[in-house]
């Protein structure tokens, strides 16, 4: 879909001044076909494959000529105003840094599958509660954090970091950069009106990649108070997640995750020292008790549904409880 997307970005109602292919070392014939058929975009080859989504938009914020930057992925069509509407959300208020679209699947259009949510106090995606697309619209631009499709504007990510390229691919790959920017005071925002379309994939698992990037944010930027304050609610929760992924064959991907973890400390040591000097807002005026979300191929088992719903609804008292102590 390399090229089809391209071309809905040509046909934008405001076009983009230059369009920019990171190449994270293809094999496929890929980059040859966008030289022959779209002459006019820019290559910037990766100097080797690194499988890392957040090394790959660093490089095209590095490489940018110019301060807002759309940054999308290979394989979906962006709506003729989508730039548009998230240009405008951008310059809505001086503080906006990130402006994300919404994610639709080629056979629901009028549904939601992705959009950037709150992030839960437990460092867990938090439930849609909106996933009608017009509903969303009706409501306007509200806070979010993660979703790769995204408009940055690279003076603002620029002193938030980056995105971290210690991540794995997986969960808040995109969204690490956000709940940086948003502890430093700047506002990230999802914006329902610009829609995106996404041809349905195939279920790729991203077990580790959650576990992984999970523990990499809680220890790296989470405040030590919050950390020893949400640490029975945390154990709780870890014991029911292990527990299912040695139940459904990912319990190796766990501990894989957390192996790897363990042997990037000296790297969390100096991002946690970088978030803990920058922020301006401290974790309790930025995490969310909203219910917990439950992974896609799941929400149709009404009982898992049930079990979440429960187990977020305890949850959410224990932290207004652990708020008096924060």
């Not at 105003?81 to 629901?108: G, N």
């Not at 603002?156 to 995105?163: D, E, K, M």
């Not at 790296?220 to 029975?232: D, G, K």
């Not at 000097?277 to 005026?285: A, E, G, N, W």
């Amino acid at each position: 879909m390399l090229c089809e997307t391209i071309a809905s970005i040509k046909s934008m109602e405001q076009p983009p001044d230059e369009i920019l292919l990171v190449d994270d070392g293809s094999s496929d014939g890929s980059v040859s076909k966008v030289q022959q058929r779209h002459q006019d975009v820019r290559i910037v080859l990766m100097p080797e494959h690194t499988g890392r989504p957040a090394a790959v938009r660093n490089a095209a914020l590095r490489a940018a000529r110019h301060r807002y930057v759309l940054l999308c992925d290979n394989d979906i069509q962006l709506a003729p105003d989508a730039v548009d509407q998230l240009m405008r959300a951008m310059r809505s208020q001086p503080d906006v840094a990130v402006c994300s679209a919404v994610v639709v699947f080629d056979d629901k259009p009028g549904r939601i599958e992705v959009r950037a949510h709150p992030l839960h106090f437990l460092c867990w995606s938090t439930a849609l509660r909106v996933r009608d697309l017009a509903e969303a619209k009706a409501r306007g631009p509200c806070p979010g954090i993660g979703c790769g499709i995204q408009l940055v504007d690279r003076e603002a990510a620029a002193q938030g970091g980056l995105f971290d390229e210690n991540l794995a691919l997986g969960w808040m790959d995109d969204g690490d950069l956000h709940l940086r920017l948003t502890l430093f005071g700047y506002r990230c925002l999802s914006v329902p009106g610009a829609v995106t379309v996404h041809r349905r994939a195939r279920k790729v698992s991203r077990i580790y990649g959650q576990v992984h990037n999970r523990w990499y944010l809680l220890l790296s930027h989470y405040q030590l108070r919050t950390l020893i304050v949400i640490a029975p609610a945390l154990v709780v929760f870890e014991l029911l997640l292990i527990g299912y992924l040695i139940r459904s064959g990912e319990g190796g991907s766990y501990m894989r995750a957390l192996r790897d973890v363990w042997a990037k400390r000296p790297q969390i040591r100096a991002q946690r020292r970088k978030v803990q000097v920058q922020r301006r807002l401290p974790d309790k005026h930025v995490l969310s008790v909203l219910d917990l979300d439950l992974p896609r191929h799941l929400r149709d088992r009404k009982s898992l549904v049930s079990v979440f719903h429960r187990l977020s609804a305890s949850f959410r008292c224990y932290w207004f409880i652990g708020l008096l102590f924060l």
